[in-house]
């Protein structure tokens, strides 16, 4: 009779866990999450920005929850795997057109390139570009449907480059800045990341608003 082999639990990867990723994967792992995240559709639902912020927290930290970073390594990890896999994701959109984002994709993903269509009409290529990198799923889609789009490459590698450095450093130096000015700051682990998660939401909950508004305008002009 075989025994079944029973895996420890510290071997387990939550892919939703910016902390667990990081224990698990360490430096590469945030740039390879950042690729995915930002160059293939698949990659959606992975935590971009707890993640970062995560990460530079982490650079300061005592180790207490199994993980040390070096900030060095992990900023150009992060930049590369935002920079490359935005480019990616573009080359994608070029090459395979709508077929990417048509109907039978889940309801969130829709409703990201819903939000990236607005963007992009609103704003114009270089403004959207640089805003969809703070908005969740939106700045995985934006990537090939500008692509599919046929926004110029030129236009769109120096705004994505542009973008992606501000997000992806930004926002680690950031997790840097705050676990260097607090002791122990790690201690705090978890309500941190959830503060920026929820921040993170924002500028989607503010674009959903702003578009019930404009609906609900048109319905009164109607």
Not at 94 to 104: M, N, S, T, V
Not at 162 to 180: K, N, P, R
Request: hydrophobic share 50%; net charge positive; with cysteine.
């Amino acid at each position: 009779m075989t025994t079944p082999v029973v895996l420890s639990s510290q071997f387990a990867v939550d892919p939703l866990d910016a902390q667990s990723l990081l224990a698990a994967f360490g430096v590469l792992g945030a740039g390879a999450v950042m690729f995915a995240e930002t160059g293939l559709l698949i990659g959606f639902f992975l935590p971009g920005d707890s993640l970062l912020f995560t990460a530079g927290l982490l650079c300061t930290g005592d180790g207490r929850h199994g993980v040390r970073l070096s900030l060095a390594p992990l900023l150009a990890a992060a930049a590369f795997g935002a920079l490359a896999g935005a480019q990616c994701g573009y080359l994608i959109g070029r090459r395979a057109g709508g077929a990417l984002l048509a109907p039978g994709r889940s309801a969130r993903l829709r409703e990201g390139a819903k939000r990236a269509e607005e963007l992009l009409a609103r704003y114009g290529h270089a403004k959207a570009i640089v805003l969809a990198r703070f908005v969740p799923v939106v700045r995985t889609v934006l990537n090939p449907l500008a692509g599919a789009l046929g926004v110029p490459v030129r236009v769109f590698t120096v705004w994505q480059v542009t973008g992606g450095l501000v997000w992806s450093v930004g926002l680690t130096l950031a997790g840097y800045a705050l676990g260097s000015s607090i002791p122990s700051v790690d201690r705090y682990l978890l309500p941190l990341v959830a503060l920026i998660v929820a921040v993170s939401l924002l500028p989607l909950a503010a674009e959903v608003y702003r578009g019930r508004g404009r609906g609900k305008a048109k319905e009164a002009r109607g």
